[in-house]
Each structure stands twice: as structure tokens, then as C-alpha cells.
């Protein structure tokens, strides 16, 4: 069955879902866990979990993104966050964490109006500088983030201060960005000449994605990013719902295989990854890996402190983010590994992988990306 | 996929999208917020952003129509409203705001027989005249509407006020009224013989628009008013949702074109345009320009306080409407063109608009009716 | 399309729609409602409105019958309910009114164990007399209901008590009951030897209907009854939502007229049809006449005291349905004609009819069944 | 129609129905009740009804699988439960039943972790002949469960004490176990060198059920089970709407009788039947009998004392189940047979079946298999 509909007779559309609209199903054959590999590679780099620690102030510091590297994944820190504005971020993500709101609505001008002067400070070089070396200085794997807007300005001192991979991330991230004023970064030629693997995004569909695999990236986030934070849809109607957008792109990346000739661009999803049963079926709809932002900003180290927001909570003129309530639940190590104590999938992600993996079969990420799917609207009063 | 449906053996139905149901989609190219033009041309008028206010009380008086037209706008009076019942009407809206509920429910019965009984009041002309006047002398340009129902009453006082645009408005206004009883507005020979250009509707579908286009009519309204505060479908049975009508309309106007030999008529969404997303969804579905209520009811300068409703709400046999509170949220000039500390599409209308055709890499409102747009069901609790 | 669904490779279902699902939309021509007639006609009955009370406790007395037959409706007086069973119901409505329940559910095993008890008295065939004559005294059109398990026992004694018009009403009623150890009614032969017309319901689907048509029935009620309180679904699993259900018997009504020669049955909804929204759109789905339980309910006069149930609720050992509360709006004839201070479609239910069919260019109630009609899931907060 | 659907360009899935979404319809011939029998065989036992005491430690005792037995069901007790574990399991259940949660939530780190503590208990061999024998001697047919991991250490233990029916089940069960650590229990020998019947699952989907058909098992449990108290939609992205796997499950039984020349295997529904609607609607799409757990806590008797969890909420390093409340509703016999005074599906449940299938015409569970569905999703405020 296609999936085009028509919206009216001007318009056509294509039907989309969602995490939440789909659920894997187990088939002929069970497995062990312990006989299950969640293991991911990109670029040189070996990762003993497809976990990414989305580079948002709530998430990752300097400190989680060591541990989550201890711990098999990959800490992915925001270059253009508190951490690089202020030499003592730990106040301000204090202050943060403790502003308190008048309405009953998520969404608060005063919090907002608060995060975009937080947000206002510079960014210091030095600070980059001083943040890549003391995660490196840990010897794990050191990836950080800017968007493309300001990667030109600052790309150089992330590359001297010495970052494995490289993370060009904004909302949307095209592989043709056109701009009468100002001249913009030409991802393919800056990702050509950069020593380091360059992952990109966020992108969502297939055309898309396949003009950033072709710019010469490792890898696509797929996702306009912080699915529990963002408010994109209602601010700027721009909503891509996660389930079809990974299956697109896992299209573009098989196509692209065959049109470079072999090159693997690995597709990780971003955004509204929040539960182990997320991360499950972004694997199955075909990422290689997923970015995670609530779901990691619950662990007891989070600099969130149970609180999560976006940097697109700060926009100075359109924001369209909040900062929301995640709480907090276990340890890192506790949080990914277990044993866990919670049923609502936000603790022993990786086991809950093994598991679903194992459940349904399967021994190997890239194998799983086969197994079969249903689409069944997730009814909330049921779990 | 066709969009016909079986309701049962003796019924078929066309299925029907709401803007709720939509989102557009980015794809391979981007573009500069600032590259970005909103302005928009009917008639004679170059109008710098796509935006009419509603001819609804709550919402335009002749102070915030002058503002909206000096902000770029086009503010349209109700011409059967307070303004022309009443010498004061401040006072009257000072009453309605100050209506208190003794129930839950959204309806009151109380509160409808209060609007029921100041909306009794009989329409003065002379307050028809001195109301334009007033906008008029600001030097902005000047819309009013009527009801087709008193239009054969009271236009000529309209015209020989110096109105600008003739705004025809009813809940469903067709080219082809019977009746029995009274002699109908013959609409496409009124239109003629006015030396005005005259916007009509509302109407939904293609059908009952292409024949309001064939009146000669310089834009059509499509949809049937007041999203926020109508119960028409609870009371009537009659719903028209609004993607779905729009890309309908959409698709008269381009064959009306072709069968006039180029005539270009003006599709306006009317009706349930409430935040910064809706507006971008509306003009992604074809719409030329948006006629917003509640989105501005939300102005600090507003008529209506906080509070919000529709001429429909005070139908003396018939209401179906409510008065709903919609909350007051910034100035008209920081509600359109930010900086915004909302985070749910209620400021910085135009600034979203904006980024989001930057986003989906368009330059021009023209070409942005032609964005990807995907169908995925909005939920609530993920923003 | 068509509507069949595969629910599983071992079971193909219909996709049946809800009153709630669908909605009418105009088309080219309006029309004044002063021209739109509303009468219908049902064997030598001429209605001056196509509304019938439905025979439930709550909503039909010998007074409100009587009432709402001179108002141009037809009142069908339950003939097992509390009249026929006792000499003073009026205390026993009132205890039912006074019932005050200790849960917030709304289901009370308390309630209905109350309700089993009031309805175990048994049936006076003299009640059955008396209630008939009152109202045919006061020379309106009579209309009172048995069940099918009852009428064997009783229609004696409701024919020579003089109705005009004898309604078989059960929750689903077959024109083949079957049975080894009763004789069941033998529909056919009863309505044959009858003297005057019968309707006769619940029905729902095309099959069982046109079954029913083929027993000579002047109507077949279309729908299950008493949606407002009945748990039907959630005891029984079963279920038939009202706009497919309506559809599919208008097509038997058809096809039975053709396969009769000329005998066109007469299509009631009864059950769900809550609003003068339902009202509506139970036409537009080709329902002749509508049996209306809750819509009655809430008149001042109602019976129920702003309290709504059907004889389900107080089964002996399957009761499924509930005493719900529906409150009260307003006095029957302003419930019917207005002028309303509601906004729910809850009052002026003719008058709201007479504004859509205006509205939609229709100026009979045959020609309303045609109709155009969208579907869209009903957004309960879009109202 | 097909119900394959296109996720995205890379991914295909089927669409799925739960139990919710599906209804029955009646059809052309009612029934009598007392004319319909709702008795069911597997192997050589004959049972009154077809309803299984699912083996969750909040359903099943000794003594209410011993009750269920006399009411003309089949008790099913969990051998790795509390009963198994602990000489005096009532000291344990009181404890369980008397936990208080803090939190509002359903899913409580506290309860979850006292959970997996007292389930942390040894399982006593001993224990697992005693209960048995309790069973036995009380002269009801004789089933009890194990899950496949720990069916080789205990299955003599069992056999030894005399079940008559042995019931493997695991969250997911499958014909073909793969390990490289374990010899996993070979399911088809294990079968075949059994004396007793096998009862296998849970298994979703037309293949795997086919696959553990051909083991040799006398019937096949549908679903994951646990349907109230599961999270696994939630944590391992898992998730079969029953009422499609039921369908596929009922299609594999057909096609394995033809290829197995005549060996009619049982088809249970097993998971989120909690309502006499469920157990209705559950037969309708295909099942020879259900497996109850929510519905059968719900009986005074029950162990779990108004809770109800499953032994997954146990789960030592990945617990996907909660402790939820059901409430008591009246004793077993009353809740399988009635007189009920409940009106939402929860009470009589025997009674209401035989309801259902009279209403729709069938007489025996079989026949009933065949009753006509609709897919009309479920309006909860409608009931």
C-alpha cells in the first residue's frame, strides 16, 4: 500500500508515524541474551553500546561525557552551551535547575525569557579549548557539537583543541544552505578538507539525507532533535515523525551504499528517543545508533539535575523549546546497564535492547534492522 | 490513494484533514530567514505580511485595525458589531470581560443570553460612517464586512464611508442563496456594479468556492470563521476541516484561473488559524494569506481582554459560539514580529513564518504552497 | 475504496464509522431556513417534526408523550417500563432521581442493584391500559413499545387499549429468533394479522434490516438504543457505530423498495443521537426520523429529573447500562424550537435541523440524505 | 484490502488491531440464550467453560484453581510463584497486597524492587508436589506452568506429582531457542516424549505459532499475557495487538490441521482479555478458549486481594510489569455466572458471552468464530 494521501485536490502528502504508532513482534525463533552483540562501529572508532549523549546542557558536561564513554558510548558535548560561555557553568545550571514557575503550563515566558539571557554570554574560544582537552585528557573518544552557523568561526578551535568526531547539529541541517548576505558553509567541501569523521543532521527524509551523505559525513542524525523539549511543530509547523523519517533515511544510506560504491554513512536517530522501548524501535525502523537526550538526562549525573532543555529553548527571537521535568532515576551505569527497579523503560536501556533483540531473534544490530514491525497506535491506559 | 470512503452501503464521504493532522517537512536546501518575503498583493494593496484580523469583536476595533494596517496587516471591522451598536462600546466589552461563569462548562447559558441581549441592539449607520472614517484618517488600508444578509441594507452607507476592501462574511456564504421569502443578495451582479475589490466567504470545498470566484469576488475565505469559539459542528452537524478545505479551494482558484483566462483570486484561511504553526500549515496548503482571531485576541491591545468569541455566539435563536479565553500574551507589534518568550506559537507570528519557509528552503509565499507536507496526527503530550 | 479490513490472516472486518466520525459540509447553494420543511409522514401519521420519543423512563411519560405529540413529534410510551408497573411511578422516579451515589464512577453496583429491584415488579395489563387511553385522550397520535419477548403476552391488551402506531423495540431484534424451548414471535405473521403499522428494532447492518423489512415492519429502528447509557460494548463486545449502521439500512431500504415493488420502509436512528448535531447527521446519512432519548431527556418535564437510563440498566442478572446524569436545559418546546441560550447542540434541536439543511441548499428531508459528507475524527477540544 | 502499510521508503509493517478497536455485530438471527452452549474440549478434557485462571500468583491458589475447577474451568498455577517459593505464601501476599505507594504513579521503584526481592526466593521442589497434590485431591483437572528456562530442572518434579495438562509459558515463547551457552530445551522432544498435554506460549504472529503447532503442543497461548499489568510496549518496544494475533494465530490452526492431516491444536487467548467484551470479542477473532488474569483477580477469592502483577514485574535485572489495583468485585462464582450488578463488563461473564453469541445467532463457540466485526476504534466517553 503507498503511502501518499490526499490532503485535498491541491495537495498531496505522505503519511507519517511515529515512534509510538509502531511496535517490533517477535518471530519463529528466540535467543539468548547473552549471545546478543549491541555493539557499533563508526569510523575507527569501536563503541561497545549505539548510544550518543545528545549535546544538550542537561545532558552532557565534560564529566558525563567521560562516563558515558567509560561506559561503551559516546558523550557528544554542545560547544555552543553553557560550558563554553561560562568558565563556572555549574552555577548557572543551578540556577537553572532551580527556577520555579508560576502557571501550570509547561510553557513559561519568564523561564524562557530567563534561558535566553543565560544564553545570551559569549562564547569564549578558550573555553572550547580548556572543555575538549579535559575530556580527552580522560582518553575516551572526544566529540563535540556546533551548529552550522557557527561552525565556520569556530571549527578551527575545535579541531587544534583535537576532536575525534566532529558534530555539525542545528534543528534542520541541509547539504545546501543559500544565503544572500552571508556566505554559508559548504559542508561538503569543509567536511572533504577536515581530518576528523564529520557527523551531520538533523535531517528527515529521504532526498535530504541523501544530499548529506553525499557532502562526505560518517554519519546523519535523523530527527530534528530533543523531541521532549522541542515545540517546533506548534511554533513553526515543521514536524517529521520519527518512525518514518529513520526508514527513509536507512533507505537513503542503502541507496547511497550502491552510488558511492561502499560507503556505509551511519544514520543515528535524534530526537524523541526518551525510552529503551524508543530505542529499540529506532534500531528496528534501521538507525545505526541513536542520540539520547531525556532519556540520559534522568541519570543522578546529569548536569540537568532532573531538569531537561534544548538550546533551542533559548533562541533569542523565536524560541521554541521548554525546559520540562524528566526527574531523576539511577546512576549512569544503572541507567544503561542495570538491574533496574523502573517498568517505564527508563533504566537498563542496553538490557532492554538485549532483550527485545533477543526476543526477536536476532544477534546483531545490523540484522535487527530486518524485524518485523506492526502499526498499532499506542493506547496510554493499557501499559 | 484516493480520499473517498465507504461509510456504509448507502453513503460515501470524502476524508478530511484538519491543520492538526498536517506538518510540513524540510528537504534539501535551506535558506536564510532574512531571504525570506512574506508580503502579499491583493488588488491594488501590497500588504507586507499575509495576515487580516478578524472582523470579530474581540478581536479588530478601529484602534487595533489602524495598528495592524501600520504593521503591515489588513484589519477588518465588523460592521454589525459593537462599534456600530453602540456609541461606547468600550463599555460593553468591559461587560463581556467581566462576565463571570458559575459553571465548568465552557457554554453558559447565562452568558450566551447575555451576549444574545447586547448584541439586540439595533445597527446605527451613522456609527457605520464615523467608524471607517476613523480608520480611514489614520491612512491605513481600510476593510469592513458585512453579512450577506444586511449587505443589501447597509452597503451603500459602507461604500460612501470609503471603505477599501469589502469584506462579505457570513458562516457560509454561496453564490446561490434561495429563498421564498426575501429577494437574495445576487452576489455576482453586486459585485460588478462596486467599484471595490470584495473578499468572500466563508466557503469550503472546491465547488462551492469556484462558484464564488465565478462572482467576480478578489479573494474568498475559506472556512467558516471563529475555529476557537465555534460549536458549529456540535450545534449543526457542519464541519469543514480546514487543510483538507483549504487545498480544495486551492485547487479551484488555480482552474477559475484557467477557465478566466487569468484571473487570480485571493484564498484566505478563515477559522481555527490559532498559533505560528497554523498559519505556516495554512499557507503550505495553498492559502495566499491567513485571517486570524484568537492568534490575535491574544494582543495586549485586543478589544476583547483575554477573552474571545463571534458574532455566531450571539445568534438569537441559534448561538454557536462561546465566549473562550484565550489569555493575553504580548503587544500586537511583539505578537507578530517578536523577540518572543512563547514557546507555543503565539508570538513572533511572522518571525515563525519566516524561519519556517528558511527551513523548508523557500523564498517567496507563492512558492512555499508547493512544500513537502507529511499526515501524522498531532500529539498533544509530545510537545 | 472499500471498507473491508483484514484484521488478521484469519479475519476480515467492515470499518464502521461513528456519528461522531463524520460531518456534513455545503455545497454551491444555501437556502432560508423559512423554506426548508422538516415534516415527515409514516403511514396515514402526518409529523410535523421527524422526532420520536424514545420509550425509556427517563424521557417518555403518558404527560411528556401527550406533549410532545402536540409539538409535531411522536411519543412512544415504554409499555413494560414503571408506568405498567406501577399505579404511582412518580415515587419511584423520584427515589431513582434521589439515588446518590458514594463512587466517582459511574458504573455503581449499588445503583443498579436498586434499579434491578424497582423493575422486578411485575407488569399490570390494566397499567398498559390506562397509560394508552390517557394518551389517546388527549388526541394525539399513540405509540407505545414491547419487547419481543413480551408482546406475545401483552399485544392484546395494547391494541384494544387503541394504539395508532405498535413499536417492537429490544436491543437487537431479528425477524428469525430462535429457540428450542419457547415459541418465539413469529414477526412476520404478527405485524401480517396487525391492524395497524408496526416499528420495529434494534437493527443494525443491511442484512438483519432488510430481514426485518421483509416482515412487513412500516419502520425499522436502526441502532441499539440508549447510547448515552449503555455498556453494551463493553459487556457484550458488541457494538455497531450509528453512521455506517444508518447507511446500511438506508441502502436496504433501497433495495427493499425495488425488490418490494414500492413499499419504502421507514428508517428511525435510535441510540447515540445526543445533539441536534447527531440529529443532523443521522439524516445526512439517510435515516428518515430520528428516536431521541437523551436530546429528550434534559427537557424541564423530562421524566428523569436530569437523569437518563434504558430498561438495560436494570437487567436481572446482565445489566448493562447506567443512570446517568444529562441535567436539565430547558422546557420541551424550547428544547425543540428555541429561541436556545446553548451552545451544545443541546436545545432549539428542530431549528438547528431547519439551519443546516438550510445551510447546505437542501429544502426537504429526503433530499437532505443526499447531502455531501467528510470524515474527521471529532477534536473534542477544537469545540 | 491489505493491511501492509509503508513506514517509510525503508520499511514495511503490518497494521494491527487491538481487541479495542474491533466489535461484533449481530446479523439476521437471534438466539436464545439457554440454547447456546459454551462448553469446550481440548484433549480428553471436557470443560463447562472455555476460561483459563491465568497462573500469575494475584489469580491462582490452590484453592481458587481448585474453585475455578468446580465452576467448569481450568485453573492454571504458576510453579515458579510464591507458592513454590515460600512454605506460607499468604504471609507474602498480605505483604504485597499491603504495600503503599508514594508516588502517583503507576510504575513505582519502591514496590518493583520489594517485587524482585520476594521473588528472589528459591523455588522448593517439594513445594511444587505438594501444591499439586492439593490440586489433585480435590478431584479437578490439574494444570500447572513453568517458563521455558526452568522447564528442564523441574518438569519431573511436576509430572511426578500428576498434572494433566503441563503448561510451558514465557513472555515469548518460541519452537526454536538459540544459545551458545545452554542447551536450550528442545521443545518438540520434549512434547513428544511427554505423557501429558502441553499447552505453549505466548506466541504472536501466523508463523511462530505455526512453528510451536508442529511441536506437538495440544494448544497455543495467544499474547504475551499480562496485558494490565505489562509494560513491554513501554521497555522492549514490544507490543501484538490481540486482537490480529489472535486472527493470525486462529489462521495457523487452519492450515496446520490440513497439513497435519486433522490435529486440531487449541488457540488460547492470553493478555489483555479483562472484560466480558474481551472474552467475547477474543472467541470472535478466532480463539478456543481465554486465559484471564485481571478479570479472575477481581474475585474475592483471589490471592492478590484487589492487585494484580505478573511474575515479569518480578523480573530480577529487567522488570516490565507493575502491581495494579483491579478492585474486588463479588465472589467467583457470582463473577463467572452472575446475577450480576455491574453494568462494565466485569461480572457475569459466562452469562454475558452466552448473551452475545445469542444475540448474534451462533450456539456454540465454534460456529461463533465466525460471527460478523467491524473495526470502530473505541470512544471511551461514550460508555
Redo the contacts between chains.
Keep these: ?18 515512534l ?1 504508532d ?11 541474551p ?2 546478543v552483540s549491541v555493539s557499533w562501529q563508526i569510523d575507527a572508532f569501536q563503541l561497545e553500546t549505539p548510544i550518543l549523549g545528545a549535546p544538550m546542557d542537561s545532558v552532557m558536561s565534560p564529566a558525563t561525557a567521560i562516563q558515558l564513554g567509560r561506559l561503551g558510548g559516546l558523550g557528544v558535548l554542545n560547544l555552543e552551551g553553557l560550558w563554553t560561555r561560562y568558565e563556572n557553568p555549574q552555577a548557572i545550571l543551578d540556577e537553572i535547575a532551580g527556577l520555579r514557575s508560576e502557571s501550570e503550563r509547561r ?1 513559561d ?2 523561564i ?2 530567563k534561558l ?1 539571557k543565560l544564553y545570551g554570554a559569549p562564547i569564549q574560544p578558550e573555553l572550547i579549548t580548556s572543555r575538549i582537552s579535559e575530556i580527552r585528557e580522560a582518553g575516551v573518544v572526544v566529540a563535540g557539537s556546533l551548529t552550522p552557523q557557527r561552525t565556520q568561526e569556530h571549527y578551527q578551535t575545535v579541531i587544534d583543541a583535537g576532536v575525534d568526531i566532529f558534530v555539525i547539529r542545528g ?12 556566505e ?1 558553509l559548504n559542508l561538503k567541501q569543509f567536511i572533504y578538507e577536515l581530518d576528523v569523521p564529520v557527523i551531520v543532521g538533523g ?6 539525507a ?2 548529506l551523505m553525499r557532502t562526505g559525513a560518517a554519519g546523519v542524525l535523523v530527527g530534528f532533535g530533543g ?2 523539549t ?2 517546533t ?9 520519527m ?12 541507496d547511497y551504499l550502491e552510488e558511492s560504491g561502499g560507503r556505509y554513512v551511519h544514520v543515528i536517530a535524534d530526537g ?1 528517543v526518551g ?7 529506532s534500531l ?3 538507525a545505526d545508533a541513536v542520540m539520547l537526550g531525556a532519556a540520559l538526562a534522568r541519570a543522578e549525573e546529569a548536569p540537568g539535575q532532573g531538569w531537561h532543555w534544548g538550546i533551542e ?1 533559548a533562541h ?7 525546559r520540562v521535568p524528566v526527574g531523576t ?1 539511577a546512576p549512569l551505569e544503572e541507567l544503561l546497564f ?8 527508563s533504566s ?1 536501556l542496553v ?2 535492547l538485549r ?2 533483540m533477543a ?3 536476532y544477534s546483531t544490530l545490523k540484522e535487527f534492522q530486518r524485524v ?5 497506535p ?2 496510554a491506559d ?2
Design positions: 500500500m503507498t503511502n501518499e494521501i490526499e490532503i485535498g485536490r491541491g495537495k498531496r502528502a505522505t503519511q507519517a508515524y511515529s509510538d509502531v511496535a517490533i513482534v517477535p518471530n519463529r525463533r528466540t535467543r539468548d547473552k549471545d510553557s515566558p519568564k524562557t525569557a535566553q534543528t534542520t541541517v541541509s547539504a545546501e544552505h543559500v544565503s544572500k548576505t552571508t554559508p535531517a528527515a527524509g529521504y532526498t535530504p541523501m544530499h523531541g521532549a522541542s515545540t511543530r506548534r511554533t513553526f509547523g515543521i514536524h517529521s515523525p518512525a518514518s523519517a529513520i526508514s527513509d533515511v536507512a533507505a537513503a544510506r542503502r524523541g525510552s529503551s522501548g524508543d530505542i529499540v524501535k528496528a525502523m534501521g529553548a533569542e527571537t523565536s524560541p521554541r523549546g521548554d532515576v542495570g538491574p533496574s527497579h523502573e517498568t517505564t523503560g537498563n538490557g532492554a532483550r527485545a526476543t526477536t531473534g518485523d514491525v506492526v502499526v498499532s499506542y493506547e493499557r501499559f
